[in-house]
């Protein structure tokens, strides 16, 4: 057993029997390396991905490999999910120099950290058209001893090429509708009509460039965005990439069909992914969308949640053992035959497209669940009631559930990361906003005063992990934003005070003081300025787009700016302005990674609706003017129940308006202007929709 045997990371764990010396991440394991004159081999991966596991039957776990890589090297192993600022550093590297990017990420440092090679995958000997690992290990190897120089030259050109890249502005623009045009120009370009989505295979959801839609078709009604919305997300939810038994999305597809996925869980394409379709379903009124929403919730309850103590687990994995690749989620027709009877297994052979030859490359016997088509249609092949064949398909559904259960699982990684579960609580509490239901409101709830509690660092900022000592911008912003979603379902007082506290202080640790002193405009770096700077972490990084998790510069504009909303705070739009002047120019160029940021732009553009319920608690007609508030869908809108506690955060001449009249009654504020009071809660339903109550 090597060093890994102490860590907590499910991925380093499932390491610490194989023969290579491996160090975490650690300042032990650089200083080893400068003491011995020897180049670092950093892998990173995660226990979700398919081809770390490979990697590490084939090469890792070989003895052969192994002696080269201790008698060579300096083995440093990290859990990209734990480490997500080392992972982000060494992508861009690896990035630059191959033309690469993924995971497992295989980089060669100098002893100082520094990157001058690195690549992917290797399998250990040629083959797929890639260098075989042993011989790359053994090039590596000899240039260092016989070139260092080179490698030295190498490492300086990534380093120039990173310093500019990871803190990248762009040309700056002003902020303007056109620059908004701008960019759903570009995301027009790469929208595939034909099967929803955006890009090419592989093909990844793109959760920002949704909402981005809904709200520019909710304020300008333009046909195409619709289209783009209801194209993708249904055929999003059809395909193999949504499993059709369980519910919850795969990470992503190998083809633009959305058919065989990468078969890997993550709870952050969900959350996001559960938001799209919440909001979705109330914009649209779709009732599919309804029940996929639901459906990813019921995923998350059974499989990625902790029901007693609350909070959301990281993902869980595509494989249950080397050499696999996602059989626990794919049939074949045999598979079939024993759990159906033959009128369900007719019907599901065609709603499914279940057939001798299915769709996976490596085992072409194995089938992935896709919905090819409708029970409409299978009626009118039959010559069956729709009644009947509907009938079939739930049936047959619950019975291959029930059989895929008693299968071995993938593994589950129980590990708890701030950041996620900040956006999966948002995300519940958005479904109970639309929905109503309960439940969903009290498990939220329940998992963040266990982040609160156990995130907790000395400084005020709130761990990656519990019981870790990293802290990175996404945990502050999605926690903070949780916690406002939190105040806007509750109408207590303590989230609100934990936002503002939690935001201070990121503001005080996280804010580029520097930048802003020298071009007037700045933005949040990823790491807080008390960080130990080992190895690349010295290079200052401001994430900003989307990948895989929303940019958190462009979270962290929205979040200031529903602060200032409520508040009417300047200080939280003179940084919301800062940011989105910091990096206008990407907002022009990254297209469909820009998602966020340019939602971020055009919130800015065109300022949040904030609905202000004056009620006191347990008053009927306060909570069915609240309900309406939380339930009708106007993009960007936060809603604040005003009360003797929370009525001291808002602007006074909202807090006039509340003093001076007779609850309960609701208030729809934009831009400095408020309606006059609405008391009836159809009344308030019409003004969200269509605004046309006279200001005061």
Not at 175 to 198: E, Q, W
Not at 242 to 247: K, N, R, S
Not at 606 to 613: D, E, L, N
């Given at each position: 057993m090597n060093r890994l045997r102490h860590e907590h990371s499910s991925y380093l764990k499932s390491a610490a029997h194989q023969p290579v010396e491996w160090y975490p991440w650690s300042e032990e394991a650089f200083v080893r390396a400068r003491q011995q004159n020897k180049p670092i081999l950093l892998d990173i991966g995660a226990v979700w991905c398919h081809w770390c596991h490979v990697m590490d039957s084939e090469s890792y776990e070989n003895p052969d490999i192994a002696t080269i890589i201790n008698d060579q090297f300096v083995a440093v192993k990290v859990d990209r999910d734990e480490r997500p600022d080392v992972d982000a550093r060494y992508q861009s590297a690896v990035n630059a120099i191959s033309g690469q990017g993924g995971w497992p990420l295989t980089a060669f440092l100098l002893p100082d950290g520094r990157p001058f090679y690195g690549g992917t995958y290797f399998p250990p000997t040629d083959r797929y058209g890639r260098p075989g690992f042993i011989k790359v290990l053994q090039a590596i190897a000899d240039l260092f001893k016989t070139e260092p120089?080179?490698?030295?030259?190498?490492?300086?050109?990534?380093?120039?090429?990173?310093?500019?890249?990871?803190?990248?502005?762009?040309?700056?623009?002003?902020?303007?509708?056109?620059?908004?045009?701008?960019?759903?120009?570009?995301?027009?370009?790469?929208?595939?009509?034909?099967?929803?989505?955006?890009?090419?295979?592989?093909k990844f959801p793109h959760p920002g460039v949704i909402e981005l839609l809904l709200r520019r078709y909710l304020a300008t009604g333009e046909r195409w965005m619709l289209d783009a919305i209801n194209g993708t997300l249904?055929?999003?939810?059809?395909?193999?990439?949504?499993?059709?038994?369980?519910?919850?999305?795969?990470?992503?597809?190998?083809?633009?069909?959305?058919?065989?996925?990468?078969?890997?869980?993550?709870?952050?394409?969900?959350?996001?992914?559960?938001?799209?379709?919440?909001?979705?379903?109330?914009?649209?009124?779709?009732?599919?969308?309804?029940?996929?929403?639901?459906?990813?919730?019921?995923?998350?309850?059974?499989?990625?949640?902790?029901?007693?103590?609350?909070?959301?687990?990281?993902?869980?994995?595509?494989?249950?053992?080397?050499?696999?690749?996602?059989?626990?989620?794919?049939?074949?027709?045999?598979?079939?035959?024993?759990?159906l009877t033959s009128e369900e297994l007719e019907v599901l052979s065609l709603h499914f497209n279940i057939d001798e030859r299915g769709e996976m490359h490596h085992d072409p016997r194995q089938n992935v669940l896709f919905v090819d088509k409708t029970a409409e249609q299978i009626a009118e092949i039959l010559h069956k009631p729709l009644d009947d064949v509907q009938e079939k398909i739930e049936t047959g559904k619950a019975k291959l559930l029930k059989a895929r259960t008693l299968r071995k699982p993938p593994f589950v990684d129980r590990s708890i990361y701030a950041s996620w579960n900040g956006m999966m609580i948002q995300a519940y509490l958005e479904a109970f906003k639309a929905f109503g239901i309960s439940r969903h409101r009290d498990f939220a709830l329940l998992s963040l005063d266990r982040?609160?509690?156990?995130h907790r660092q000395p400084n005020g900022l709130l761990s990656h992990r519990a019981g870790a000592s990293e802290t990175f911008l996404d945990d502050q912003i999605e926690i903070t934003n949780a916690l406002l979603t939190a105040f806007e379902v509750t109408g207590e007082i303590r989230y609100w005070i934990e936002a503002e506290e939690i935001v201070q202080k990121t503001i005080e640790l996280f804010w580029d003081q520097d930048t802003e002193n020298e071009t007037g405009h700045s933005a949040f770096n990823d790491l807080p300025s008390t960080s130990a700077s080992v190895g690349a972490l010295s290079l200052p990084y401001k994430p900003v787009t989307d990948s895989p998790t929303p940019g958190a510069n462009a979270v962290a504009a929205l979040l200031l700016l529903k602060l200032y909303t409520v508040t009417e705070k300047k200080r939280y739009l003179n940084l919301a302005e800062s940011i989105l002047n910091y990096f206008s120019g990407i907002a022009a160029t990254?297209?469909?990674?820009?998602?966020?940021?340019?939602?971020?732009?055009?919130?800015?553009?065109?300022?949040?609706?904030?609905?202000?319920?004056a009620t006191d608690k347990g008053d009927d007609r306060g909570n069915e003017l609240l309900n309406v508030a939380l339930r009708t869908f106007v993009s960007q809108k936060i809603v604040t129940i005003a009360n003797e506690g929370t009525a001291t955060i808002l602007p006074a001449s909202v807090r006039q308006h509340i003093k001076a009249k007779e609850k309960p009654f609701a208030l729809v504020c934009s831009n400095f202007s408020c309606s006059m009071p609405v008391r009836s809660a159809d009344e308030l339903e019409k003004l969200l929709l269509h605004g046309s109550a006279v200001g005061v």
């Open positions: 120089t080179k490698a030295v030259q190498n490492a300086a050109e990534v380093e120039r090429f990173l310093t500019q890249h990871l803190s990248r502005s762009g040309e700056k623009l002003e902020l303007t509708d056109s620059l908004v045009d701008t960019a759903l120009s570009v995301i027009s370009r790469n929208h595939d009509i034909r099967h929803g989505g955006f890009g090419t295979a592989p249904t055929s999003m939810a059809r395909g193999g990439i949504y499993d059709q038994l369980a519910g919850g999305f795969h990470r992503y597809s190998t083809d633009e069909r959305w058919i065989v996925p990468h078969f890997e869980k993550m709870l952050y394409d969900n959350a996001s992914l559960l938001v799209n379709y919440v909001h979705a379903a109330q914009a649209t009124g779709n009732q599919f969308f309804r029940h996929i929403a639901l459906d990813i919730i019921r995923y998350v309850d059974e499989v990625l949640s902790d029901r007693t103590a609350g909070g959301f687990y990281a993902s869980q994995d595509a494989d249950v053992a080397p050499g696999d690749d996602g059989s626990y989620f794919t049939w074949t027709t045999d598979d079939a035959k024993k759990v982040i609160l509690r156990e990254q297209g469909i990674f820009a998602g966020t940021l340019v939602l971020a732009i055009d919130s800015y553009l065109h300022p949040s609706t904030h609905v202000v319920v």
